[in-house]
């Protein structure tokens, strides 16, 4: 099975401004053309014993040499996971066997959702088909709150869990983690927390230990932890100027940790249905804002996406 066991070799992400060349294909091409001019002029000028004049046989030996090694070398560069996109968000895409992206919704009733409403991740899900690469939602429910969600056409897998709070995953989060081996998780909790009248604090320590735990179980997971939407009745503003700053702070090259910003944009009036939950638009509004960070975590790392 293919795998991106090399990120400085199997991951290429194009740069801006380039017009979609590969610097590493065109790397190679300039030290193998100039490698040859050298030997050819050195070999041509060389007093080789047995060659006859005008017939240089070992610097055609090296030069057959040299195309096949080029040859190898490209032929892993465009195999595997496949080759790069010159789109802004560019990242290689995973060949048809490199296993999909596991990603895990994690969260409290803004994850799961009710049963007239899908959630953000149906929205994200939509989006994530057009991904160069391949992904799979994860967790150990596939359910609504009260009952199954309303659309059936996706990839209904999750942790999201209605009325808790993060105190309350990190309870069941190992266990979680083991069985559902995320290679991304996406988190946004707080809500609860917050109503409930736990200080900022300590709720973005807990949520630090969440990254922890799952960094235990997964090591080169990849993290997206978001300041959270707006809520009736909460000033969220000092909580996710906290959020933002932890997830700079986690930020690891391993375990790669990007904040995405829920609360900009974001209206009560018009993106949620009960001034705590998003409606459809804040379903889409959120899923919005989860892509591209998902998209940084795989030009941050090929092993969440490819892990």
Avoid at 15 to 25: A, F, I, V
Avoid at 115 to 138: C, E, H, M, N
Wanted: charge should be neutral; aromatic fraction near 8%; proline fraction near 6%.
């Amino acid at each position: 099975m293919a795998e991106w066991s090399n990120a400085a070799v199997l991951k290429t992400v194009v740069p801006q401004g380039t017009g979609g060349s590969n610097p590493s294909l065109s790397a190679i091409f300039h030290l193998f053309g100039s490698k040859a001019r050298s030997d050819s002029q050195d070999m041509s000028q060389a007093n080789v014993s047995g060659i006859v004049p005008g017939f240089n046989g070992v610097g055609i030996l090296m030069q057959l040499w040299r195309a096949i090694f080029l040859g190898i070398t490209l032929s892993v560069l465009l195999s595997g996971c496949g080759s790069s996109s010159s789109a802004s968000e560019a990242v290689s895409a995973p060949g048809p066997e490199c296993k999909p992206a596991r990603i895990m919704p994690l969260g409290d009733s803004i994850t799961q959702a009710n049963t007239v409403l899908a959630s953000y991740r149906r929205p994200l899900w939509i989006k994530l088909q057009g991904a160069p690469f391949k992904s799979d939602f994860v967790g150990s429910t596939r359910s609504n709150h009260n009952g199954p969600n309303p659309y059936q056409d996706f990839d209904l897998d999750h942790e999201g869990h209605w009325g808790w709070t993060a105190n309350e995953v990190i309870s069941m989060l190992n266990i979680w983690a083991a069985a559902a081996r995320p290679n991304i998780a996406l988190i946004h909790l707080g809500t609860n927390d917050l109503h409930a009248g736990q200080g900022a604090d300590g709720v973005v320590f807990e949520l630090g230990q969440i990254v922890g735990i799952l960094r235990k179980q997964r090591p080169n997971i990849g993290i997206a932890l978001a300041a959270i939407i707006p809520s009736s009745g909460l000033d969220v503003s000092g909580f996710n100027s906290k959020v933002k700053a932890a997830a700079t702070q986690l930020d690891s090259p391993g375990s790669p940790v990007v904040s995405v910003d829920m609360q900009a944009g974001f209206s009560i009036a018009t993106h949620s249905w009960d001034g705590v939950h998003p409606n459809a638009a804040g379903e889409n509004f959120m899923a919005e804002r989860w892509y591209p960070a998902i998209i940084k975590l795989a030009q941050k790392s090929a092993a969440v996406v490819c892990g």
